[in-house]
C-alpha cells in the first residue's frame, strides 16, 4: 500500500493538468498513487492525461458534478493512509510529500499536516502570511488563530490522516462555493494542525475572483451550522466573522443587498480591524475603484488585495 493517494479533480484544465502531473511525478518522495478524477471535461484534459505512461497514475472519468463529488470519489477510492489534494491548475514543489512524510514521522499522534503556498499573480509571486509567528521548524497550531489572514490549510498544500474523513466526513457536494473551508471548519473544531512554513506549493491567483456571480453567492458555505459551535469558542468566532467580511464585500460589489444583510449580521465588529470596519461601510461605486486600484496595484506587482 502506498504511503500517499493523490487526488487531482479534474474540470477542462488542458492548460494546467501537464505542469500539475509533472509536479507530482518529480516528487523526492516516490512511494504514492495518483487518482485523477476527471469531472467530465469537454476540452481535451484526457487526451493530456493519457499522455502519461506511469504505473501510480489511475484515471477515472465520471459525469460532471462538481469539484465536491469528484474529491469525494477520489476519498473513497484512495487506497493509502494518508491522502493529499492538487488542484489540476496548482503545482508542488519537489519536497512536498517528503515534507509531510517528515512532519508525519515527527508527531505521530497528530492526523492533519500543512504547509505554506505562493501565489502567482500576473506580475510576480507573492508569499503568504499566516496570522501566527513564523517558525524554521513545523508547529502544531489552532486552525482557526492561524488561519486570521491566510488559512493554514489550502487544498493543494495538506494531507490528511484517512481516518479524518471518517470521523468528520467528505466535502459537502451541496456548498458550490466554500465547500473547502467548510471542511476545513469541521476539522479545526476536531484535530490541530501541523503546520511548516516552508512553501511547498504554488498557486495561481485569479485577480478578477472578488468579483463572484450572485448565483455562487446564493451557494456559498452557510455559517449558520456553526452557530453554538462559535457560541463557546472566541477563534472561530473570529474567523467566521472575517470570512462573513469577505463575503460582505463581494455582495456589495454586485449590489447584493439581501447577502451583504446576512453576512453582516452576526458579525462581532470588534474582530474586525478599523480598515475592515470602514470598507464595508463605504458605497459600492468606492468600493468598485478601490476594487479598479487592487487589480492595477496586482498588474504592477505590488499587492494582493487592499480589501484583507
Not at 161 to 173: A, L, M
Not at 222 to 229: I, L, N, P, R
Not at 253 to 279: E, G, V, Y
Amino acid at each position: 500500500m502506498p504511503q500517499f493517494s493523490i487526488i487531482i479533480p479534474l474540470y477542462n484544465k488542458e492548460k494546467f493538468i501537464e505542469n500539475t502531473l509533472k509536479s507530482v511525478l518529480q516528487q523526492s518522495f516516490t512511494d504514492y498513487e495518483v487518482l485523477i478524477v476527471n469531472d467530465g471535461s469537454t476540452d481535451a484534459s484526457e487526451a493530456k492525461i493519457l499522455a502519461f505512461n506511469d504505473a501510480r497514475i489511475q484515471y477515472f472519468y465520471k459525469e460532471n458534478e462538481g469539484v465536491s463529488e469528484a474529491r469525494n470519489y477520489g476519498i473513497e477510492n484512495a487506497k493509502s493512509e494518508y491522502i493529499t489534494f492538487l488542484d489540476a491548475d496548482d503545482y508542488w514543489y519537489p519536497n512536498f510529500l517528503e515534507e509531510m512524510f517528515l512532519n508525519i514521522g515527527k508527531f505521530p499522534e497528530q492526523k492533519v499536516f500543512a504547509a505554506a503556498i505562493e501565489i502567482e499573480n500576473p506580475k510576480n509571486v507573492i508569499p503568504s502570511s499566516y496570522s501566527i509567528p513564523k517558525s524554521a521548524e513545523s508547529i502544531v497550531v489552532n486552525y482557526f488563530e492561524a488561519s486570521y489572514q491566510e488559512g493554514v490549510i489550502f487544498t493543494s498544500c495538506a494531507a490528511f490522516h484517512k481516518s479524518v474523513f471518517e470521523t468528520i466526513g467528505n466535502f459537502d457536494p451541496k456548498i458550490k462555493s466554500g465547500q473547502d473551508t467548510d471542511l476545513w471548519i469541521r476539522i479545526g473544531l476536531v484535530y490541530p494542525v501541523v503546520f511548516s512554513f516552508k512553501i511547498l506549493t504554488r498557486y495561481i491567483y485569479d485577480p478578477n475572483s472578488l468579483s463572484k456571480k450572485k448565483s455562487l453567492l446564493n451557494q456559498k458555505l452557510d455559517f449558520s451550522k456553526f452557530t453554538e459551535a462559535e457560541k463557546n469558542n472566541a477563534a472561530l468566532k473570529k474567523f467566521l466573522d472575517l470570512n462573513r467580511y469577505s463575503l460582505a464585500i463581494k455582495s456589495k460589489l454586485i449590489n447584493d443587498k439581501a447577502n451583504f444583510d446576512k453576512f453582516t449580521t452576526d458579525i462581532n465588529f470588534s474582530n474586525l480591524s478599523i480598515k475592515k470596519r470602514i470598507l464595508l461601510h463605504l458605497p459600492g461605486f468606492v468600493l468598485h475603484f478601490l476594487l479598479q486600484v487592487n487589480l492595477l496595484f496586482v498588474q504592477l506587482g505590488w499587492s494582493k488585495s487592499v480589501f484583507k
